[in-house]
């Protein structure tokens, strides 16, 4: 067990990075419990999530914008979800950028929708600059003080471990369904 914390510590920076750079919903989370056990450090882990986070949206607001024809093909199949995302943006404007953050599927569609729309880059910028931070502290913190109540959670699954697929095939399925029925043809 040891070993494990020491490697989390020695290297859970560079993972939590790379894992923020795409999303990193659960890597925030896992670092705020590591930073309540004594892990990690909470305020670092909230900064390399939040810098990571702006520049995964950054570099996709970006291949959407001038790297069109190599990023199209590779959401041929996710048209209707791209679509989707494009709808919420004119719907919710600036909004969107800051709920993407929470929505697993939209935090990469919806950089790329931005990037192919002629919304200004500076302003995406200020705007996913600031939502990354309220991200990533409102993340790190909650895990943070949420620390005991996850542990006692865990240990209670541990014991009874079959419940965790159930809930998360119960979890994935409610996701499926959800952007089944927000792309289907209407």
């Known amino acids: 067990m040891q070993d494990i914390l020491t490697n989390l510590s020695t290297y859970g920076y560079l993972i939590l990075f ?13 670092a705020g419990l590591l930073s309540f056990e004594g892990s990690m450090s909470l305020t670092l882990s909230i900064i390399i999530a939040a810098v990571a986070n702006f520049i995964g949206d950054m570099i996709l607001v970006y291949m959407g914008r001038y790297n069109k024809s190599s990023v199209m093909p590779y ?27 929470y929505i ?6 919806v950089p790329l929708a931005i ?48 419940i965790i697929p159930i809930f998360l095939f119960i979890l994935l399925g409610l996701i499926w369904l959800y952007f089944s029925w927000a792309t289907k043809k209407r």
């Open 115 to 162: 990037g192919l729309t002629k919304y200004s880059l500076i302003k995406f910028a200020i705007i996913n600059a600031i939502c990354s931070a309220i991200w990533s502290i409102s993340l790190g913190l909650l895990s943070y003080y949420a620390g005991e109540f996850i542990s006692r959670f865990t240990s209670y699954f541990g014991d009874h471990g079959y």
């Open 75 to 101: 959401f041929k199949s996710h048209k209707r979800k791209l679509a989707l995302a494009q709808i919420l943006f004119k719907k919710y404007g600036d909004k969107i950028i800051f709920i993407k953050k």
């Open 18 to 30: 790379l894992y923020s750079l795409g999303g990193g919903m659960v890597a925030i989370i896992g």
């Open 104 to 109: 697993y599927g939209l935090k990469t569609l």
